[in-house]
């Protein structure tokens, strides 16, 4: 190494040297005159350039040959690949100048320039373990498949390169669509690098898709292992893995099973609704009601909803609207602020047959949430209570283009679910669904803002001395009376609707 720069630094100095000295030539009268010897050579101003410059050329030959010269004593000295050095570090200039040539070429989008300089970079350098994954991601970047599979198969005949082909493979096999062989590879490069962050969450996906719960809870619980995911979202993940296994231990008809994977659901994670309702009836199938209670009461008081309404009441199936009431009261005193407690109690109410109840129950909701379940609560109240027909109308008129309310919604795509899944219908997300309000899409149907007009309107209500509730959407069970009530009205304002379409028309 020293050598070399000394090399380096002797033959600039004389370069500039010799170029100093060729200016003053071209500049003098004459030129250069050499004596030795007895012998005299007098040289022209041009003619001394050209020989500076042949001088030039041959302290270049002079350097090399002793560089040759060098290599050959270490040769003979037992350094058996010194001469080969010697020639090949030539090479290796140019295949490292065209290996860092191709990679610039990668990173600028050009797949083709790429693989030329891989290519060319492989001629000089012999050395596949750099060469064939630039030659692999130029294929692959230039559309190349099948290139790029012969590639990817000869990195993953080394150990060295084995995880790089393995992952470039498994995309390609993603890419077109070949998902059980990604699964097979996501397994093997699982196996090598189990801390890689890319290849976990590829794995999990996978493994979701292919409904391989308990792999995935292994996959996930690596991920929180070495760092790679939060402790609650771990949490969360394992709750909906351990759901989803349960649902499909159900459907093999095996119901102890189950049970105790729904119920791990449930405990893993407070929040995750359909989790608590079938741990729920997991515990009321082994008649442990107050389990079933106390786990329910748990969720509603993180977040409210009606499906966790309908599980309560399974658990007394046979008892009368009163009863109902009092029992439910449970539930009712947690988060009386929301409004699905709102509704459960109005809808409570309205079974029992109690309107004026069912009325402060509700609240001020057909002011600030006006959906179609609030609207339609109002009209069952209205008409218990005997108010005139054009009045319920009017109710029922709102509901037809109120928006819907909340439901299952992925938080990605935002497609509308009609019961909660672990996996978006329409996305393929993994625990992206949230219950919330949709994303409004439009305006009402034409003529829709007429129907008040020609069924008649609903009273502004009145204040409210009373209460506070909030939650969710879809009627719980409590509200079947109400509906059974209403359905009548609907289907009516519903053909009113049309001809008041029909009539704008005209």
């Given at each position: 190494m020293l050598w070399s720069l000394l090399k380096i630094v002797i033959f600039v100095a004389i370069v500039a040297a010799l170029t100093l000295g060729a200016g003053y030539i071209m500049e003098a009268n004459g030129g250069i005159q050499i004596t030795a010897a007895g012998y005299e050579?007098?040289?022209?101003?041009?003619?001394?350039?050209?020989?500076?410059?042949?001088?030039?050329?041959?302290?270049?030959?002079?350097?090399?040959l002793v560089g040759l010269l060098i290599a050959v004593l270490k040769f003979i000295n037992g350094d058996d690949t010194a001469l080969s050095r010697y020639f090949d570090r030539n090479r290796e200039r140019k295949g490292y100048q065209a290996l860092s040539e191709g990679l610039l070429a990668l990173s600028s989008g050009e797949g083709k320039l790429a693989m030329a300089k891989a290519q060319k970079a492989d001629r000089y350098l012999h050395k596949p373990a750099?060469?064939?994954?630039?030659?692999?991601q130029a294929a692959e970047m230039s559309g190349d498949t099948r290139k790029a599979e012969e590639t990817y198969k000869k990195l993953i005949q080394n150990e060295d390169t084995r995880f790089a082909g393995i992952r470039g493979m498994m995309k390609l096999k993603l890419a077109k669509g070949d998902e059980d062989t990604a699964l097979a590879l996501a397994e093997r490069a699982f196996s090598i690098k189990p801390k890689h962050p890319e290849i976990q969450d590829m794995l999990l996906e996978l493994q979701v898709k292919k409904h391989d719960w308990k792999g995935a809870r292994k996959t996930l619980s690596a991920e929180l292992k070495h760092g790679n995911l939060p402790r609650d979202v771990y949490k969360r993940r394992d709750a909906v893995l351990a759901l989803s296994e349960a649902k499909d231990i159900f459907a093999e008809d095996k119901p102890i099973e189950a049970r105790e994977a729904a119920i791990a659901s449930a405990k893993g994670s407070p929040d995750l609704i359909p989790g608590a309702c079938m741990a729920a009836r997991a515990y009321l199938a082994r008649s442990e009601k107050k389990k079933a209670e106390r786990i329910l009461k748990k969720t509603w008081s993180v977040q409210p909803h009606p499906d966790l309404a309908a599980t309560f009441a399974e658990?007394?199936?046979?008892?009368?609207?009163?009863?109902?009431?009092?029992?439910?009261?449970?539930l009712t005193s947690l988060r009386t602020a929301h409004r699905e407690t709102k509704l459960l109690r109005a809808e409570l109410a309205l079974s029992a047959e109690d309107f004026p109840e069912a009325r402060r129950a509700i609240g001020n909701l057909a002011e600030t949430e006006p959906d179609a379940r609030v609207l339609t609560v109002m009209a069952a109240i209205a008409k218990g209570e005997g108010a005139p027909e054009t009045e319920v109308r009017g109710w029922l008129a709102k509901a037809l283009s109120a928006p819907r309310g909340p439901c299952w919604v992925c938080d990605k795509c935002h497609h509308i679910h009609a019961d909660w899944v672990p996996i978006c219908d329409n996305c393929g997300g993994f625990d992206t669904l949230s219950w919330t309000n949709p994303p409004q899409?439009?305006?009402?149907?034409?003529?829709?803002?007429?129907?008040?007009?020609?069924?008649?309107?609903?009273?502004?209500?009145?204040?409210?001395?009373?209460?506070?509730?909030?939650?969710?959407?879809?009627?719980?069970?409590?509200?079947?009376?109400?509906?059974?009530?209403?359905?009548?009205?609907?289907?009516?304002?519903?053909?009113?609707?049309?001809?008041?379409?029909?009539?704008?028309?005209?």
């Open positions: 050579l007098n040289l022209g101003p041009l003619q001394s350039v050209i020989a500076v410059g042949l001088l030039v050329l041959g302290l270049f030959i002079l350097f090399k750099l060469t064939n994954l630039l030659t692999a658990i007394e199936p046979e008892e009368t609207p009163a009863q109902r009431m009092k029992r439910f009261k449970a899409n439009g305006g009402a149907p034409a003529g829709a803002e007429m129907l008040p007009l020609i069924v008649g309107t609903a009273p502004a209500p009145a204040e409210e001395e009373a209460p506070v509730v909030m939650a969710p959407n879809p009627p719980t069970p409590e509200g079947a009376a109400a509906a059974e009530a209403t359905k009548a009205e609907v289907e009516e304002a519903e053909v009113v609707a049309e001809d008041a379409r029909k009539e704008e028309a005209k």
